[in-house]
C-alpha cells in the first residue's frame, strides 16, 4: 500500500523559507505513470494547489505562487521537496503532499498532512 | 488562475440525492473530461471520489456520480446518509498545463 509521509518545521518565521520532505513509500517515485506534489489548506478554507514535478525533473507551478515555489526530487531517497520563499502568515496551512495520475487531476494518494505556521 | 465557483453550502435529508455544481471555464472544465471530486472529512486528508469527470475508485460507493455539461461540472450524490456529511472539492486540469481546485462545498445531512 502506497503511504506518503510529509516531514519538516512546524513554525517558520516570516521572510524566511519554509522547506518540507515528502517520503515516499510503498512504491517507487520514478513510475512514469505519476506526477508527485504538494497541495495547502490553511486553517478554515479551501485547498490551493502549489505544484507538482514528474520524476525525470519537470515541473508545473500555481502561478500565483511560482516566484517563490521550488519543487524537487530525490530518486535515490525516494522523497520530494517543497521549498517556499519570503514566507508571510497568509502562507500558514497544512500542507500535504499527494500523487497526481499522469491523466488529468486524480490524485489518489495524499499524506496526511502537516501544519506550517508562519509567525515570529 | 481563478478557483472554480462551487456553492458554499448544500443540505439534505437521509435518503434524499443532491447535486454539487462546479462552475469552470472554457479554459478548464469545459475543456476537458478530466475533473475530480474530493470529500474531506474534518482533520483529514481529501478522499478521491470520482476522476474523469464520472469514473469511480474502487470502494467509492455507486451513489457517487459525475457529469458535466459546458463549462460546469456536476456531483450527486443519492441516498443521501449522515457519513456523506463533509466538505467536497472539485478539481480540474487547466489549459496552461496547473491543476485549480473549486473553492468547496459543505455538505449537511439533516
Known amino acids: 500500500q502506497l503511504q506518503l509521509q510529509e516531514s519538516g518545521p512546524g513554525l517558520v518565521k516570516p521572510s524566511e523559507t519554509l522547506s518540507l520532505t515528502c517520503t515516499v513509500s510503498?512504491?517507487?517515485?520514478?513510475?512514469?505513470?505519476?506526477?508527485w506534489g504538494w497541495i495547502r489548506q490553511p486553517p478554515g478554507k479551501g485547498l490551493e494547489w502549489i505544484g507538482s514535478?514528474?520524476?525525470?525533473?519537470?515541473?508545473y507551478y500555481n502561478p500565483s505562487l511560482k516566484s517563490r515555489v521550488t519543487i524537487s526530487v530525490d530518486t535515490s531517497k525516494n522523497q520530494f521537496s517543497l521549498k517556499l520563499s519570503s514566507v508571510t502568515a497568509a502562507d500558514t496551512a497544512v500542507y500535504y503532499c499527494?500523487?497526481?495520475?499522469?491523466?488529468?487531476?486524480?490524485?489518489?494518494?495524499w499524506g496526511q498532512g502537516t501544519l506550517v505556521t508562519v509567525s515570529s | 488562475q481563478s478557483a472554480l465557483t462551487q456553492p458554499a453550502s448544500v443540505s439534505g435529508s437521509p435518503g434524499q440525492s443532491i447535486t454539487i455544481s462546479c462552475i469552470g471555464t472554457?479554459?478548464?472544465?469545459?475543456?476537458?473530461?478530466?475533473v475530480s471530486w474530493y470529500q474531506q472529512h474534518p482533520g483529514k486528508a481529501p478522499k478521491l471520489m470520482i476522476y474523469?469527470?464520472?469514473k469511480r475508485p474502487s470502494g467509492i460507493s455507486n451513489r457517487f456520480s459525475g457529469s458535466k455539461s459546458g463549462n460546469t461540472a456536476s456531483l450527486t450524490i443519492s441516498g443521501l446518509q449522515a457519513e456523506d456529511g463533509a466538505d467536497y472539492y472539485c478539481c480540474s486540469y487547466t489549459s496552461i498545463n496547473t491543476v485549480v481546485f473549486g473553492g468547496g462545498t459543505k455538505l449537511t445531512v439533516l
Open positions: 472554457s479554459s478548464d472544465v469545459g475543456s476537458y473530461d478530466l
Open positions: 514535478m514528474y520524476y525525470s525533473g519537470s515541473t
Open positions: 499527494a500523487r497526481r495520475r499522469v491523466r488529468g487531476v486524480t490524485i489518489d494518494y
Open positions: 474523469e469527470g464520472s
Open positions: 510503498g512504491g517507487s517515485i520514478s513510475s512514469s505513470s505519476y506526477y
